[in-house]
C-alpha cells in the first residue's frame, strides 16, 4: 500500500490508507485513545478504539493488540497506520487544521522507529529553551512547527527570486569557494593546500570579484545564491557563513539596479506576504549625510507605526563616503574598494586628492532599521581600480598580486557594470519578525563560531597535519571548553 500524506488524508473519506510519521502528542479520552500524527504536511487525529467500541466487530481481536500496542507509544516514536478515514462528528471538528474534518479510526500499526525521551519539547516554539541545547541537538529543534514554516518560506522565496530574476533575462552561475581572498572587510577563512604545500586559498567573503570577472566575460545579468564565508569577532546576530543572493548587471548605472531590486522586493512581499504593506513606493532615497543627522545612524527605522507588524518601510541609503580613516591612519574602504566614485568625484580620486569628501556610487538598502542589502557600480577602469588600492597605501607589489587578474582583465574591455548582494537570512528574519538570524538558517553556528552539534571545529589528525605540512606551534588555544550539557528530563 502506497503512503499517503496527512493533508491528502480528507480526499479518502471512508477509505483505507497508510499513513507514517511521528507521534506528536498520545492522548486519552475516556477509554479511547488518540495519536497526532506528525508528517511534513502537518497533523492527523487517529483514533484507537478498544475491543467494546470497534465499528467493525469481525476485526475485534486484530483491534485488542493494536489498542494495547498503542498504549505503548511515546511521542516523537515513528510509525505506520493503517486506517478508515472517517468524518468527525461536528462537535469535534477542528477548523485551525486542514485535515480536521476527519480523523483516521486505525487498524494496523507498526513502529518504525522508537525514540529516546527528548532534550526539550518540539511541540513549542522553541524560544523559551536554551540556545546551546537547542544548537547541540539542532536536528530535534528544528521538528518544531516553527521551524518548518521557516525554512519552507526561505525555499519559497529563493523560488521567487529564481523565477523573477530568470524572466528578467539573468542567469545563475556559482563561482568557487576555494579562491583568493576577497577583501569586505572582515578576516578571512583560510584553507592549506595539501598539493601546493606552504600555499592557502582563502574563502570568499562573496563572489565579489568573480561576478565582475562575469561581466567582462559577458554575462551582463548574473545572479548567485552564494554562501559568503567572512571570519569575524564574535557579534549576535552574524554568522561566519551566510547566505547572499548576489547580483550583477552590465552596462548600468546607479539607477538602473536600484529600479529592478525594488521590483524585486516589492514582488516578493506582493506574492508571498500579502498580509504585509510596503509603506512607500518608490522606496525613498537617503543621503549618508541626512541620515547621520536625522536617524544618528546610516540604518534608519523610518516605520511610521512601529507597532505594526505588518509595516515594511524600505528605503535606500546613498551617497556614502568612499573612504574613512583607518585605525592606523591610512585610508580605508567604507564598503568596497571596487566600487566607482560617483562621477563627479572621478577627478579627485584620479589626483588623489579631497579623499575625506570623495562619495562613492553605493547604496545600501534598508528595511525596518536593518541593513539588508548594499551594492554600487564599479571600477571598470583598471587605473580607478588602482588608484582606490593605491589611496589605502597598497604598495605596487601588493596591488599586483593581490588583484593583478582584475586589473588585467578590465584592460580587454569590461563593460561599465554594478550590482548588489542581500544577506539573505537577515533579510528573512526582518520580514518573518525573528529575533535572531539562527531562526531561519538550518545549522547555525554559535555567537563564537562554533558548531555545537558536530563539535566543530575541532583538531585535526596529526597525520592530516604532516600531509599537509603545517606544523602548530604550541600556543594555548583560546577556546573555551565546550560546556557540559546535561539533558533535561521530561
Ligand atoms: N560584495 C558586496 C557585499 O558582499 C555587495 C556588492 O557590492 O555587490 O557586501
Not at 294 to 322: G, H, M, Q, V
Request: charged fraction near 30%.
Amino acid at each position: 500500500m502506497k503512503r499517503v500524506l496527512n493533508v491528502e488524508t480528507p480526499n479518502y473519506i471512508n477509505g483505507k490508507v497508510k499513513v507514517s510519521g511521528w507521534v506528536n502528542v498520545v492522548r486519552a479520552h475516556g477509554k479511547i485513545l488518540f495519536i497526532d500524527l506528525r508528517d511534513r504536511t502537518g497533523i492527523l487525529q487517529v483514533v484507537f478504539l478498544p475491543l467494546a467500541f470497534t465499528i467493525d466487530a469481525s476485526a475485534g481481536k486484530q483491534e485488542t493488540e493494536i489498542y494495547n500496542k498503542v498504549k505503548e507509544v511515546r511521542p516523537e516514536w515513528v510509525v505506520e497506520i493503517i486506517g478508515e478515514v472517517v468524518k468527525r462528528p461536528p462537535q469535534m471538528v477542528n477548523a485551525k487544521i486542514p485535515t480536521g474534518q476527519i480523523e483516521l479510526v486505525a487498524k494496523e500499526l507498526k513502529v518504525l522507529s522508537e525514540a529516546k525521551t527528548l532534550p526539550f519539547d518540539v511541540g513549542t516554539d522553541g524560544y523559551e529553551t536554551n540556545e546551546e541545547i537547542r544548537m547541540k541537538y539542532r536536528y530535534l529543534d528544528i521538528r518544531r512547527e516553527r521551524m518548518h514554516r521557516n525554512f519552507k518560506i526561505r525555499h519559497e522565496v529563493f523560488q521567487f527570486m529564481r523565477d523573477f530574476l530568470s524572466k528578467e533575462g539573468f542567469i545563475e552561475i556559482e563561482t568557487p569557494n576555494l579562491t583568493k581572498s576577497t577583501p569586505e572587510g572582515a578576516r578571512d577563512f583560510v584553507v592549506p593546500s595539501r598539493l601546493q604545500p606552504g600555499t592557502f586559498y582563502a574563502l570568499p567573503q562573496s563572489p565579489q570579484q568573480y561576478k565582475q570577472l562575469l561581466q567582462v566575460g559577458g554575462f551582463e545579468r548574473y545572479f548567485q545564491i552564494a554562501r559568503c564565508f567572512r571570519d569575524e569577532d564574535p557579534r549576535a546576530d552574524r554568522q561566519a557563513e551566510f547566505t547572499q543572493l548576489d547580483i550583477e548587471m552590465g552596462f548600468v548605472d546607479r539607477e538602473d539596479v536600484m529600479e529592478i531590486n525594488e521590483k524585486l522586493m516589492i514582488a516578493i512581499v506582493k506574492n508571498l506576504f500579502p498580509e504585509k504593506q510596503i509603506q512607500q513606493i518608490p522606496f525613498p532615497k537617503i543621503t549618508y549625510q541626512e541620515s547621520m543627522e536625522k536617524y544618528k545612524t546610516d540604518k534608519p527605522d523610518i516605520r511610521s507605526d512601529k507597532s505594526n507588524d505588518n509595516l515594511l518601510a524600505f528605503c535606500w541609503i546613498i551617497d556614502f563616503p568612499f573612504f574613512e580613516k583607518s585605525e592606523t591612519g591610512g585610508w580605508i574602504f567604507t564598503h568596497n574598494p571596487f566600487s566607482a566614485p560617483k562621477t563627479e568625484f572621478m577627478d579627485s580620486l584620479m589626483k588623489q586628492k579631497n579623499i575625506s569628501e570623495i562619495l562613492a556610487t553605493q547604496y545600501d538598502i534598508v528595511l525596518n532599521g536593518c541593513e539588508i542589502g548594499g551594492g554600487s557600480i564599479r571600477n571598470h577602469k583598471p587605473e580607478a581600480l588602482e588608484t582606490v588600492f593605491e589611496i589605502m597605501g597598497y604598495k605596487k607589489n601588493r596591488i599586483k598580486n593581490n588583484f593583478g587578474h582584475m586589473l588585467e582583465a578590465f584592460s580587454y574591455g569590461a563593460p561599465p557594470h554594478g550590482g548588489i548582494a542581500y544577506g539573505f537570512d537577515r533579510f528573512l528574519s526582518v520580514i518573518l519578525k525573528e529575533p535572531n538570524i539562527r531562526e531561519v538558517i538550518a545549522f547555525p553556528k554559535t555567537g563564537d563560531s562554533r558548531d555545537l552539534m558536530m563539535d566543530a571545529p575541532s583538531g585535526i589528525d596529526p597525520k592530516q597535519l604532516k600531509e599537509l605540512q603545517l606544523q602548530l606551534s604550541p600556543v594555548k588555544s583560546s577556546r573555551k571548553p565546550a560546556k557540559k550539557i546535561s539533558k533535561r528530563k521530561k
